[in-house]
Structure formats: C-alpha cells, structure tokens
Nanobody, 120 residues
Framework: QVQLAESGGGLVQPGGSLTLSCAAS????????MGWYRQAPGKQRELVAA???????NYADSVKGRFTISRDNGKNTLYLQMNILKPEDTAVYYC??????????????WGQGTQVTVSS
C-alpha cells in the first residue's frame, strides 16, 4: 500500500520559513519524480516544485529563489524548504509521486496534504 505522509505545515508570519517533509512508503522511491503541489481556496491545484531521481529540479516562477526542493532516497523522504513566505503562499500543500514507464504505465500518488498559513 502506497503512503505519502506530509508534515511540517503550520502558521507562520510573512517573511518566515517552514520546511515540509513527505515520507513515502510502498513505492520504489528513487524511481519516481517527486513533487510538491498546492491548492489555495477557490483556486486550482498548482505545481510548486518537482525533482527527478537525478536531482533535476523545476520550480513555479512564483517560488523561484525562495523555495528549495530536495530528496533523500536513503530515507524515502521529500523536502520543501520555504523561505521568505508571503500571504499568497497560503494553501494546502500536497506531496506527489509520479512515474511513467516506457511501456505506458503511469503511476500517480498523492498525500493527504498539509496546511500552510502565512499571516501576521
């Protein structure tokens, strides 16, 4: 059974920092592209950052220079270091594991989400 368990969310003041973690089980972690998505009230879920098994990264323009995604394949854990947080970063943050194989199989798993609120 695949489980993606996010942690680290909470309430933080503007300009503050938080680190999110996602512990994965039930998958071959290093075979998956891992990503963080977020969904604010009334908005669609959007990609925040993604990281491949070869540690190639991709960021949404809105978080470039402020957020850093990383992974520890030995611990099956994904991280998102968030600095200089803004009120518009307020959202539920979701961990995603994605794999597409050469023969057309697609595996896509989601965590339950963790709330991040940036407010004074």
């Amino acid at each position: 059974q695949v489980q993606l368990a996010e942690s680290g969310g909470g309430l933080v003041q503007p300009g503050g920092s938080l680190t999110l973690s996602c512990a994965a089980s039930g998958i071959i972690f290093e075979a998956y592209v891992m990503g963080w998505y977020r969904q604010a009230p009334g908005k669609q879920r959007e990609l925040v950052a993604a990281i491949t098994s070869s540690v190639s990264t991709n960021y949404a323009d809105s978080v470039k220079g402020r957020f850093t995604i990383s992974r520890d394949n030995g611990k099956n854990t994904l991280y998102l270091q968030m600095n200089i947080l803004k009120p518009e970063d307020t959202a539920v943050y979701y961990c995603n594991a994605h794999r597409s194989t050469a023969w057309g199989t697609v595996n896509d798993y989601w965590g339950q989400g963790t709330q991040v609120t940036v407010s004074s």
